[in-house]
């Protein structure tokens, strides 16, 4: 693609962002007095955010592809008339700044300035195991050694980053009003003051609780990791086990020797409690390496060393968080070694070899239970089966061949073993059998839970769904297991760290309570989320929320107002930050981090907890210095704006931030609920309106990572394809929550149309006056067609833009009216010409259509149509009529060229009987037919009859169903082998079309539609003559059965099908024009119409000029001697021509003249006229 093509676009982009900046189009305060009105009223505001990105590098592509979701909505609301309020917010709070300036400084601490790293590990490498330096990020970003170096003190990224997140933002054409901007955290004493406030609220209602509890931890951070605060794992969370404590029985093998006459524990982490009655054995991994640890009550543990640290913060060990290991050890070890196991009916067990255990999960130590267990079954079986196997591993027999699974849990379907009878269903042949294992494992553990009973132990015959908190806690309480917690699966914090769970004091939200989760089902009900799978997202995210921890002893933020030994976390501090929007202009004046008062004057120590009150609550004035009307004003912006109206995110951030957003809405502002109003106020409901979720982006078709280069900046974004053609690219990736993709060559096609379609508006606002300029009282039929498609698109794309589906809304306002344009063109290009009032409506629709998504390109082109006020302050189109039957015949005759199109390649890839291999055709016919066969009504009849509606979809009954049905009309017999493919055809076509798709008859004249734009179709498919006749006048057998209404029949050849015609000279008498004589056929039965589309096509007389026909009356077989005029009279244009087969004569018939056969003679005279 050319550049020129790019840069062109982009020095548009760049002067209309300077005019928008100037003009301040994007930004909107409350009603000042005076300003009255419905644009003014309250229920006409539309208040839009997105949660604010992390300042910890430049706004990416993932960014912009969420973040576009909502700027595309705030575009379509501006253009129906909402008073729109779009501000962003930059988040600086939490860990991950501080970790990055950290590790800033370690390197240049360990490698020196600037740092020189230690070349690659090539095992390392060839495994996957690379090391990636902050330093390096940092020069990924375009930054110099000596900049980078700065970066080391946390509070430079805080200067440095959002502005250029701002500057960003102003590129890509974002409708900001950045006046509203900040960053988080304590430097903004504004913002910080307003935290504070929520916090002391949320615990004065009762929200915020302290005490032990479990959560994900980072130990090199030495504080809570919560989702934002990580590198990888997010919505991870702590997943409880049961630790069975299976006691090792003297006399220990060598290694466990110095532990002789003290309590020896193997610890394993199971999920299934219930199942313990089983246990025939201990698994460990021979060469996995394993310590052994002394816990608090002076007990020895053996498992590895990872799951040992996670105990270590669980207050298993003396010390928190510390490990000091007695001695390492393998799992060869520890083979063979007797076992007591807690609930086993078998009084010892052994410890043998299993080679699939993990060490990235749980404890490396398994317990067995091979009835109910797929992979220990296979396990146990090839370890009884296989000598060698034993032997190789120095198990004696008695320690392996007396074990036999112990029936414990009966399982519908699969007995009383069932880990056996899945295993023999799957053909599990050994415990390598990894993916039938799988299979096997889902089966049992699932059916097991859901349908299973127990057949042993103190709750036999209970459910096991029941039993197992039964059993858990007899554990438990009997000392032979502890609870034990671990992460889901593996977490990386921001600051590199393998974390795990931690049981320690902390700050947390209650958002487990029951009672709130409650209320908040309240703010979900009404909640518009565009999506049932993200209100069941929503749904499932209330049912097993629990406590969050909002506190943090490093990062940056708002300390704890209570306890400032803390600060607030980064997750805590962003739930309902969009209040403040409302009030920061005012507050901060447009300065990020609020050094600088703003218009108001006031400052950040006036900001009391009861002015914040008053700001968000209402009530008596508060004792303060800052003025009554500078008070008013803040409450007068709050209650304008709020609730918000729409917040759009990714749909990652449901789990967590999204569901906290509700969460915090409804404690701050519990009254009134939706539906109701303040009886004091008047103020309607403060909660959410609308939340709408996206899937994460890929880019070009693969995961976007820094790591991989497969990354892109919005910046680079903007550079590369321009604005419109980012943000084109993004409303085409996708709008669901599957991921969307972001494609560079569907970008820069992008780019290349936009551009394209602007060289067409210029040229062809250059060229109006050579148009035609018919109002709509005088609009040609061909005009009324395109009128009509329009204002459909109008329709549509509406409808697509309500429903925030922007590539639908694309497909109809830019494609699909694209070629409804070009349809149009071609056709009047055929007759005569385009109407300039038609297509300066069809360019300004379009633009509008377009504006939402390609705003630049929308205003230069406003522009360029004599708009003097901005296109931001447009409206949305009217919409028109839209006559159905015109829509449909333009859509049968975009169908039926394209079949033309078809068929006629069909025919000269082949020899037939019309055409030779490779010979053009030059003539056609087409045959169409206005019912259908009497068989055929009958099945289109009783089809009707059969028709249903289930939940909005037309369904027939099955094909056996029909079938049946058919073979009971006599009428059908002849028929039955024809029937289905008939009723197959109907159907394919009920799907499109609906009931329609079952008429007897179409709903507009096939034949006339076709007629009407036989100049089209001649020069589209590159013909001499095309001729349109009714099925009934085929001879040949096929053409009568193929050919049914809306299902014309085609056929192409070198000769003409009318073969009666004569040729006649045309003769133009005018001087000093570029037409001449030349000879044409006349073929029986032409009309008028036809003899004027041959002069145009011969002469390629433009669209916009006239041409008549005159014959001559004074002696019409002979050429004239002058070009007198009076010798010549105009043909009507309701006249056809008939020819006398034997003589070749050419006769006229004119409707005015009784019908009368006039003879023509061999010439007739053409005027074109402009």
């Not at 909402?82 to 501000?87: E, G, I, W």
């Not at 992979?375 to 089966?385: F, G």
């Not at 600088?596 to 209402?618: A, K, N, S, Y």
């Not at 084109?728 to 991921?739: I, K, N, S």
Request: a neutral charge; aromatic letters at 12%; one cysteine or more.
């Amino acid at each position: 693609m050319s550049f020129a093509k790019r840069d062109t676009l982009r020095s548009i982009e760049k002067e209309v962002q300077k005019r928008w900046q100037e003009e301040k189009v994007f930004e909107a305060d409350a009603p000042k007095e005076g300003e009255t009105g419905e644009y003014f009223s309250h229920d006409n505001k539309y208040f839009v955010t997105f949660p604010y990105p992390y300042m910890n590098g430049r706004l990416h592509l993932g960014h912009t592809y969420s973040l576009s979701k909502v700027e595309f909505a705030v575009g379509y609301q501006r253009l129906k008339g909402k008073r729109c309020l779009f501000p962003f917010g930059l988040h600086c709070t939490g860990m991950p700044i501080k970790a990055c300036a950290d590790k800033l400084r370690c390197e240049m601490a360990d490698f020196g300035y600037p740092p020189t790293f230690p070349p690659e590990d090539p095992e390392k490498k060839a495994r996957g195991e690379t090391t990636t330096y902050q330093w390096n990020i940092m020069k990924s970003l375009g930054l110099e050694d000596k900049e980078i170096k700065k970066f080391a003190d946390p509070l430079y990224w805080l200067g440095y980053f959002p502005p250029r997140a701002i500057s960003d933002l102003k590129s890509l054409g974002a409708k900001v009003d950045c006046r509203r901007s900040f960053i988080t955290t304590s430097i903004n004493p504004y913002y910080d003051s307003f935290v504070r406030w929520q916090f002391l609220t949320l615990k004065d209602r009762g929200k915020i609780m302290f005490g032990k509890r479990y959560t994900v931890f980072s130990p090199l951070d030495n504080q809570a990791s919560m989702d934002h605060e990580r590198a990888s794992g997010e919505g991870v969370g702590p997943q409880e086990f049961t630790l069975i404590k299976m006691k090792a029985l003297e006399p220990y093998p060598e290694k466990l020797k110095s532990l002789a006459g003290q309590s020896v524990f193997l610890v394993a982490a199971t999920l299934r409690p219930e199942t313990m009655y089983g246990q025939t054995n201990c698994w460990v991994r021979p060469d996995m390496k394993y310590v052994a640890f002394r816990v608090a009550n002076g007990d020895v543990f053996v498992s590895t060393m990872r799951s040992a640290l996670n105990m270590a913060y669980q207050e298993f060990t003396k010390e928190f968080g510390k490990v000091n290991p007695l001695f390492e050890l393998t799992g060869q070890d520890l083979l063979g070694l007797a076992l007591k196991a807690p609930l086993s009916v078998y009084d010892v067990i052994y410890t043998l070899p299993m080679l699939t255990i993990k060490d990235d999960k749980c404890t490396g130590v398994v317990t067995s239970v091979p009835s109910d267990s797929p992979d220990d079954y296979a396990a146990l079986r090839d370890l009884q089966n296989k000598a060698p196997l034993r032997q190789k591993y120095g198990i004696k027999d008695e320690m392996v061949m007396p074990f036999k699974p112990i029936p414990i849990i009966e399982i519908p379907e699969l007995g009383n073993l069932s880990a056996i009878a899945a295993c023999d269903l799957m053909k599990v042949t050994s415990q390598n059998d990894r993916d039938k294992l799988e299979k096997a494992k889902e089966l049992t553990y699932q059916k097991g839970f859901y349908e299973g009973k127990m057949l042993v132990g103190d709750y036999q015959g209970q459910k096991v769904q029941d039993a197992k908190p039964k059993v858990q806690k007899q554990l438990l309480d009997s000392g032979g297991a502890a609870l034990y917690q671990e992460p889901e699966k593996t977490v990386i914090s921001r600051s590199g760290d393998v974390c795990v769970v931690a049981l320690c004091d902390q700050w947390y939200l209650d958002y487990g309570n029951e009672s709130w989760k409650e209320q908040t089902r309240k703010v979900l009900k009404g909640l518009q989320t565009y999506s049932d799978e993200v209100r069941h997202n929503f749904e499932g995210t209330l049912d097993w929320l629990h406590e969050h921890s909002c506190s943090r002893s490093y990062g940056l933020g708002t300390l704890i107002p209570w306890d400032p030994q803390y600060v607030i976390e980064s997750l805590s501090d962003s739930t309902i930050y969009m209040a403040y929007y409302s009030v920061a202009y005012f507050l901060q004046g447009g300065v990020l981090d609020g050094s600088v008062p703003g218009p108001l004057g006031i400052r950040p120590e006036q900001m009391t907890r009861e002015v914040w009150d008053f700001v968000f609550f209402g009530g008596e004035v508060p004792k303060t210095d800052i003025p009554v009307s500078a008070l008013r004003q803040l409450r007068h912006e709050f209650t304008y704006w709020y609730p918000v109206d729409l917040r759009v995110s990714g749909k990652d951030l449901i789990q967590n931030h999204l569901s906290y957003f509700l969460f915090n809405h409804q404690t701050i502002w519990p009254k009134p609920e939706r539906g109701e109003k303040d009886p004091v106020t008047g103020l309607g409901c403060l909660w959410p309106v609308a939340v709408r979720a996206n899937g994460h982006l890929l880019l070009n078709s693969e995961k976007m990572s820094k790591s991989t280069g497969n990354f892109l900046t919005m910046h680079e974004a903007v550079e590369r394809f321009t604005a419109d053609g980012t943000r084109l690219a993004l409303a085409d990736a996708g709008d669901t929550l599957e991921d969307a993709n972001f494609v560079f060559s569907m970008a820069d096609g992008g780019l290349l149309r936009l551009y394209t379609q602007l060289e067409w508006i210029k040229e062809t606002i250059a060229s109006k006056y050579t148009m035609r300029n018919d109002p709509p009282a005088n609009y040609s039929y061909l005009d009324r067609m395109f009128e009509s498609q329009i204002n459909l698109t109008i329709k549509q794309t509406d409808q697509h833009f309500q429903n925030m589906m922007y590539r639908e809304a694309m497909t109809t306002g830019f494609h699909m009216l694209q070629a409804y344009r070009d349809q149009y063109r071609e056709i009047a290009t055929a007759g005569d010409g385009m109407n300039w009032h038609l297509v300066e409506r069809f360019i300004e629709v379009q633009t509008l259509l377009l504006c939402p998504v390609c705003p630049h390109f929308a205003e230069h082109v406003w522009t360029l149509l004599g708009k003097k006020e901005s296109i931001m302050r447009a409206s949305w189109p009217q919409c028109g009529e839209v006559d159905d039957l015109l829509i449909r015949e333009a859509k049968y005759l975009t169908d039926v060229s394209h079949e033309f199109r078809v068929r006629m390649k069909k025919m000269t890839e082949r020899k037939g009987k019309n055409l030779q291999q490779g010979v053009l055709p030059e003539f056609g016919v087409i045959y169409v037919a206005k019912q259908y066969p009497k068989w055929q009504q009958t099945i289109l009849k009783t089809l009707k009859e059969l028709c249903r509606e289930q939940e909005g979809e037309l369904e027939l009954p099955s094909n056996n169903e029909l079938l049946e049905k058919f073979r009971t009309i006599e009428e059908l017999k002849p028929f039955m082998k024809k029937i289905m493919p008939f009723v197959q055809s109907l159907k394919d076509g009920l799907a499109d079309k609906g009931l329609e798709a079952l008429d007897l008859t179409l709903r507009f004249d096939e034949q006339a539609a076709i007629e009407r734009h036989l100049p089209y179709l001649v020069r589209s498919l590159e013909l001499k003559e095309l001729w349109v006749e009714s099925v009934g006048s085929a001879t040949d057998s096929k053409i009568q059965e193929e050919c049914l209404p809306g299902r014309s029949y085609s056929i192409f050849s070198t000769t003409p099908y009318q073969t009666s015609y004569s040729v006649i000279m045309l003769v133009n008498p005018q001087k000093c024009l570029p037409y001449f004589t030349f000879q044409s056929p006349v073929y029986d039965g032409d009309d008028y119409s036809k003899v004027i589309d041959r002069v145009r096509r011969a002469n390629q007389i433009p669209a916009k000029a006239k041409v008549k026909i005159l014959r001559y009356i004074k002696d019409n077989r002979f050429i004239p001697i002058s070009d007198d005029s009076t010798g010549v009279v105009e043909i009507g244009i309701r006249s056809k021509f008939s020819v006398d087969k034997d003589k070749k004569q050419l006769f006229l018939i004119e409707s005015t003249d009784g019908n009368q056969p006039i003879p023509v003679g061999t010439h007739l005279q053409y005027i074109v006229t402009a």
